[in-house]
T-cell receptor, first 114, second 111 residues
Framework: DADVTQTPRNRITKTGKRIMLECSQTKGHDRMYWYRQDPGLGLRLIYYSFDVKDINKGEISDGYSVSRQAQAKFSLSLESAIPNQTALYFC?????????????FGPGTRLTVL | SQKIEQNSEALNIQEGKTATLTCNYTNYSPAYLQWYRQDPGRGPVFLLLIRENEKEKRKERLKVTFDTTLKQSLFHITASQPADSATYLCALVLNGNKLVFGAGTILRVKS
């Protein structure tokens, strides 16, 4: 089984709808992240969480919210989806004790907002 | 402004040759720099990390250099193979282990 899973893998929604993307991990890592990837722009950090009680905004948090339900679960919500939120979304985890900060990514969710 | 730049155009090379990918940055002071590989439809996978006090790091056919004066990292794949074809991302490691990614370079290795 994959260490970092994301659901759904693909989602098509309409402008104005609220949607939630979910991430689960079995790596036992405290740190979790949400990124979006757009062609030519690379990965950009939306939100990150260093433990269950810690939530921090990233570079592009406007229009998004997150919930850290447990150490293993981190959800991303789009309160009212708009077309420019069409992108590939990745969840990632890392361990603070690793010393090198490598991040482990999920398979991604392809979101299309019509 | 802060920027990370990677070769914007795809790099096409012949099997067996050495591929060299560039990562340049401005107005950042990273402690570490990482390289990831990303295959189509999949999440990035960590390859190597190099620290600011290291000039060079090797792992099998991979070699990374880091010049903090030039603000540049070079990523080399020697004896390249078609299976090395992918997008390669550089990432600066900032305070608190936050990563800032470049847009990536597509590498195509032809047999």
């Amino acid at each position: 089984d994959a260490d970092v899973t994301q659901t759904p893998r693909n989602r098509i929604t309409k402008t104005g709808k609220r949607i939630m993307l979910e991430c689960s991990q079995t790596k036992g890592h405290d740190r979790m992240y949400w990124y979006r990837q757009d062609p030519g722009l690379g990965l950009r950090l939306i939100y990150y969480s260093f433990d269950v009680k810690d939530i921090n905004k990233g570079e592009i948090s406007d229009g998004y919210s997150v919930s850290r339900q447990a150490q293993a679960k981190f959800s991303l919500s789009l309160e009212s989806a708009i077309p420019n939120q069409t992108a590939l979304y990745f969840c990632a985890t890392s361990a603070p004790t690793s010393g090198i900060g490598e991040q482990f990514f999920g398979p991604g969710t392809r979101l299309t907002v019509l | 402004s802060q920027k990370i730049e990677q070769n914007s155009e795809a790099l096409n090379i012949q099997e067996g040759k050495t591929a060299t990918l560039t990562c340049n940055y401005t107005n950042y002071s990273p402690a570490y720099l990482q390289w990831y590989r990303q295959d189509p439809g999949r999440g990035p996978v960590f390859l190597l990390l190099i620290r600011e006090n290291e000039k060079e790091k090797r792992k099998e056919r991979l070699k990374v250099t880091f010049d903090t004066t030039l603000k540049q990292s070079l990523f080399h794949i020697t004896a390249s193979q078609p299976a090395d074809s992918a997008t390669y991302l550089c990432a600066l490691v900032l305070n608190g282990n936050k990563l800032v990614f470049g847009a990536g370079t597509i590498l195509r290795v032809k047999s």
